[in-house]
């Protein structure tokens, strides 16, 4: 008799004052396979992406266009697992990881949110409402342009993920470069003020890097102020718009040093 069967009629026994006392253990050979989503399906090189935007996606194209731009060594498969909601298996640490370092990643023009599956995790059921790109910290003092103090920044901003290798090269740097995760139900951050102990006040200002469609009313990602809901909050002439497209990073040269 399987594990199940005695499951079954053991719990055909219960009382409701005990039901919340049986468990069921799991052997091996009932566990969940792999072939439930595609042969050779390994979830320690996967990925479960979805647009920030939502609409009618031509899957066959956005399948070769994101291979073609991604140009994985050992290749990649994709999978639609439902509306909007897609899984990504790589078969190699080394593409998986290039890809995640080069997000945000676009498909006409919307923004895909990425997330790398861990270990016993159900695709379907994870949350994707956080994004990772790279954020230009401008009018940095001397005295200021330290890897920890950077790492406050990005914390201030969302959560900090590493601070660019070439951050410290050189003699001056007219930004410095920060990795952060947003969170996609977050306005974004415009500036920081700072100062050391005793002196004035000042500000460090933010731009951001390939940053998708964000809306300059309430600076959060995903829409523009024409579907803002803040617009029903007052009248017509009472708008304003604190965000701008200032706030986009321009293309990024070399950076001065």
Not at 47 to 75: E, S, Y
Not at 114 to 133: A, F, H, I, Q, T
Not at 167 to 195: A, C, D, H, Q, T
Request: glycine share 8%.
């Amino acid at each position: 008799m399987s594990s199940t069967d005695s499951l079954i009629q053991s719990m055909n026994m219960v009382t409701i004052e005990d039901e919340e006392e049986i468990g069921y253990e799991i052997i091996a050979e009932e566990q969940e396979q792999p072939s439930q989503y595609f042969q050779g399906f390994n979830p320690k090189f996967c990925v479960v992406g979805r647009f920030i935007v939502k609409g009618k996606t031509d899957f066959l194209a956005f399948q070769h266009t994101m291979a073609a731009l991604w140009k994985p060594g050992k290749g990649v498969y994709i999978k639609e697992l439902d509306t909007n909601l897609f899984l990504f298996q790589f078969f190699h640490e080394v593409d998986i990881r290039r890809v995640m370092e080069g997000c945000p990643w676009s498909f006409n023009r919307r923004a895909l949110v990425m997330s790398r599956l861990k270990d016993g995790e159900n695709p379907r059921s994870v949350v994707l409402n956080s994004l990772e790109l790279w954020v230009q910290v401008y009018d940095m003092k001397p005295g200021f342009m330290s890897e920890k103090i950077l790492q406050g920044i990005g914390n201030y901003i969302g959560h900090h993920v590493s601070n660019c290798q070439s951050n410290f090269n050189g003699v001056w740097k007219e930004y410095m470069r920060i990795r952060v995760s947003i969170n996609l139900n977050n306005p974004l951050r415009r500036r920081m003020k700072m100062k050391m102990n005793g002196e004035e006040w000042f500000w460090v200002n933010f731009r951001y890097e390939n940053v998708p469609m964000f809306c300059f009313i309430c600076g959060i990602v995903g829409h523009s102020e024409k579907y803002c809901s803040k617009l029903f909050e007052h009248e017509v002439e009472e708008i304003t718009k604190p965000y701008g497209p200032w706030l986009r990073a321009p293309f990024r040269g070399q950076m001065l040093s």
